[in-house]
């Protein structure tokens, strides 16, 4: 895969990965999401990273899985030859590959924002609700696609889209397949922000900045609280929330939190 078909680049703290695939409205390739999915490993560990930006280049954010290139269009036989397919190739595909790519997004210890520059369709628009934080476009959509395909959702959206909107909303979407604006997006709680096309770009970069500037360990530990809330109860939740206060207080940009606090002035984090 050409590099350029997902553009990387680190400034001042902020990893910016920009699809770059704009002649296929940013469809993903398998070697694209290997990519992605390396890109949001390495983030988590650098340090010099604190916040992650994803988006797109031309008129899409993302349209999906590159079905054209026969990654789930098909039989596949034994080691991806066309052919008969073998009972359990789909759902290893699914768990190797979309499932993957969602995940690596949900665990990032980063906080990742969405800049939602255009359509984000199926496995794209899930790639999009999978972020901490999602700006959109003013001309971005956001489609359910799969079932105008006769296909089920992939990509973990039927895990995402009830914890965002509830069920019915998520049926409702799931089931019609109908294009969503990026206003009735923010009205239903999928977007936190719709702006003018042209200031998509500078209001990701002031978002992420403001993310780089703040306590790192402190915003990674709260990512995990809150997404792991929404699979427990209250006993389990509050037994994390103690952990992960315990663990914060070990930290350099918690102390200075609190001296910060005391000495009357604003603090300056580090991200350690």
């Given at each position: 895969?050409?590099?350029?078909?997902?553009?990387?680049?680190?400034?001042?703290?902020?990893?910016?990965?920009?699809?770059?695939?704009?002649?296929?409205?940013?469809?993903?390739?398998?070697?694209?999401?290997?990519?992605?999915?390396?890109?949001?490993?390495?983030?988590?560990?650098?340090?010099?990273?604190?916040?992650?930006?994803?988006?797109?280049?031309?008129?899409?954010?993302?349209?999906?899985?590159?079905?054209?290139?026969?990654?789930?269009?098909?039989?596949?036989?034994?080691?991806?030859?066309?052919?008969?397919?073998?009972?359990?190739?789909?759902?290893?595909?699914?768990?190797?590959?979309?499932?993957?790519?969602?995940?690596?997004?949900?665990?990032?210890?980063?906080?990742?924002?969405?800049?939602?520059?255009?359509?984000?369709?199926?496995?794209?628009?899930?790639?999009?609700?999978?972020?901490?934080?999602?700006?959109?476009?003013?001309?971005?959509?956001?489609?359910?696609?799969?079932?105008?395909?006769?296909?089920?959702?992939?990509?973990?959206?039927?895990?995402?889209?009830?914890?965002?909107?509830?069920?019915?909303?998520?049926?409702?979407?799931?089931?019609?397949?109908?294009?969503?604006?990026?206003?009735?997006?923010?009205?239903?709680?999928?977007?936190?922000?719709?702006?003018?096309?042209?200031?998509?770009?500078?209001?990701?970069?002031?978002?992420?900045?403001?993310?780089?500037?703040?306590?790192?360990?402190?915003?990674?530990?709260?990512?995990q609280l809150v997404n792991a809330s929404l699979d427990s109860d209250r006993a389990t939740a509050?037994?994390?929330?103690?952990?992960?206060?315990?663990?914060?207080?070990?930290?350099?940009?918690?102390?200075?939190?609190?001296?910060?606090?005391?000495?009357?002035?604003?603090?300056?984090?580090?991200?350690?």
């Open positions: 895969m050409p590099v350029s078909e997902v553009l990387h680049v680190v400034d001042g703290g902020v990893a910016q990965l920009t699809l770059n695939r704009p002649e296929a409205l940013n469809a993903i390739t398998p070697d694209q999401r290997e990519r992605l999915i390396r890109l949001l490993g390495e983030a988590s560990a650098d340090p010099g990273v604190r916040a992650v930006v994803l988006t797109g280049t031309g008129r899409g954010f993302c349209a999906g899985a590159d079905l054209r290139g026969g990654a789930v269009a098909g039989g596949r036989g034994a080691g991806g030859v066309a052919g008969e397919r073998v009972a359990g190739d789909v759902a290893r595909m699914i768990r190797d590959g979309a499932q993957r790519l969602i995940a690596a997004v949900l665990d990032c210890e980063k906080p990742v924002i969405a800049a939602v520059n255009g359509t984000a369709a199926g496995l794209g628009a899930h790639l999009a609700l999978a972020c901490d934080l999602v700006l959109a476009a003013e001309s971005a959509r956001f489609i359910e696609v799969f079932v105008r395909r006769g296909l089920v959702p992939d990509g973990g959206g039927a895990y995402l889209l009830p914890r965002l909107v509830g069920p019915q909303r998520a049926k409702e979407l799931m089931f019609f397949g109908d294009a969503l604006s990026a206003a009735d997006a923010e009205r239903l709680g999928l977007v936190n922000r719709v702006v003018p096309d042209g200031e998509l770009d500078k209001t990701a970069r002031e978002w992420a900045a403001r993310l780089a500037a703040g306590p790192t360990r402190a915003l990674a530990l709260t990512k509050f037994a994390a929330e103690a952990a992960a206060q315990e663990i914060n207080m070990t930290t350099a940009d918690a102390r200075e939190g609190v001296a910060s606090f005391v000495e009357r002035r604003s603090p300056e984090y580090r991200g350690r």
